[in-house]
């Protein structure tokens, strides 16, 4: 008897600072999951068109195609797959990035931040799918 084939819970990281794209990838891969890189939105969009992801990781300031653009098209073209995001920012300080995090409901996850925070917050977003 065959036993099942377990397989890598698979993320997507939409991030443009290469140090922080760095530290999620090396992260979260040791922690067994596959990671994915995007610099912005757009990147994204082409890999979300070619495989399936568990979740995704999306910083909301990026160039090209920010992670608000992003979220709003994931929302129109992929609706089931906006309970998977989990948001990152910097920039807390503008009332438009707090209210769209509020309107959305999605976790958040502030920057700078540690690598226990980033493995918390991607733990508890698995366990609520």
Known sequence: MKSPKITAKKVLVVEDEPSIRGICQRVLSGKGFEVDLADNGKSAQALIN???YDF??????TPAM?????????KSTKPSLTRRVIFTTGDMMHDDIEAFLKQTGRPY???PFTPNEL????NKAWEAI
């Open 50 to 52: 070619q495989k399936e």
């Open 56 to 61: 995704f990781l999306v910083d909301i300031r």
């Open 66 to 74: 920010n992670g608000i653009e992003f979220y709003q098209w994931l």
């Open 109 to 111: 996850l502030p920057k």
């Open 119 to 122: 493995l918390t917050i991607v």
